[in-house]
């Protein structure tokens, strides 16, 4: 246990719908990011958040994508209409200054688009 | 193309057997090297961390390699158990301050009894 969560652990949802996932990272550190990452692959950076400010996002983060971090604690990422494509394992790392700069991931959310 | 290769993509092995796998990637300069180990449907989980002036550093049976003249780094697994089954991602960072990080594809390993 790496000290991040994430829920729901799995979601299975039609075409379409609008999905949200939540990640609770280590209560002390102020950066959050998200990932996708599809079967096979390293994971694929999309956003990152400094506190409660979204400091960068990738390409890959269509206007479909929206994340937040409001008070700069717990984060959340919609998808909106969702598509197969979609289809990934969504990764949240927490970072904390230190020796190393370490990102510490959380279990992920599997989403399956039908 | 991919700013961190690894090889073998894929290996299956007998428990107890050792095994290497391979690292190079072309990320400069960095600012450290992570090997992470990623259980099927599990987050990666951290088994070791280098800066550019370390060659070495062991957890357990894990024992990471990084020449960063050859820009090469390997993870040695020795006497392979069922639960070291898993996908093996190197991961580069740069030094930046948004702590970008670059990912291999990994290796998935397959220990076999």
């Known amino acids: 246990d790496t000290g991040v969560s994430q829920d729901p652990r799995h979601k299975i949802t039609k075409r379409g719908q609008n999905v949200t996932f939540r990640c609770d990272p280590i209560?002390?550190?102020?950066?959050l990011y998200w990932y996708r990452q599809t079967l096979g692959q390293g994971p694929e950076f999309l956003t990152y958040?400094?506190?409660?400010?979204?400091?960068?996002k990738s390409r890959l983060l269509s206007d479909r994508f929206s994340a937040e971090r409001p008070k700069g604690s717990f984060s959340t990422l919609e998808i909106q209409r969702t598509e197969q494509g979609d289809s990934a394992m969504y990764l949240c790392?927490?970072?904390?200054?230190?020796?190393?700069?370490?990102?510490?991931f959380g279990p992920g959310t599997r989403l399956t688009v039908l | 193309k991919n700013q961190v290769e690894q090889s073998p993509q894929s290996l299956i092995i007998l428990e107890g057997k050792n095994c290497t796998l391979q690292?190079?990637?072309?990320?400069?300069?960095?600012?450290?090297l992570r090997w992470y180990k990623q259980d099927t449907g599990r987050g990666p989980v951290s088994l070791t961390i280098m800066t550019f002036s370390e060659n070495t550093k062991s957890n357990g049976r894990y024992t990471a390699t990084l020449d960063a003249d050859t820009k090469q780094s390997s993870l040695h697994i020795t006497a392979s158990q069922l639960s070291d089954s898993a996908s093996y991602i190197c991961v580069v960072s740069d030094p930046g301050g948004n702590n970008r990080l670059a990912f291999g594809k990994g290796n998935q390993v397959v220990v076999i009894p």
């Open positions: 209560s002390e550190h102020n950066r």
């Open positions: 958040f400094q506190n409660e400010a979204q400091l960068e």
């Open positions: 690292c190079n990637y072309t990320v400069s300069p960095f600012s450290n």
């Open positions: 790392a927490s970072w904390g200054q230190g020796v190393y700069n370490e990102q510490f």
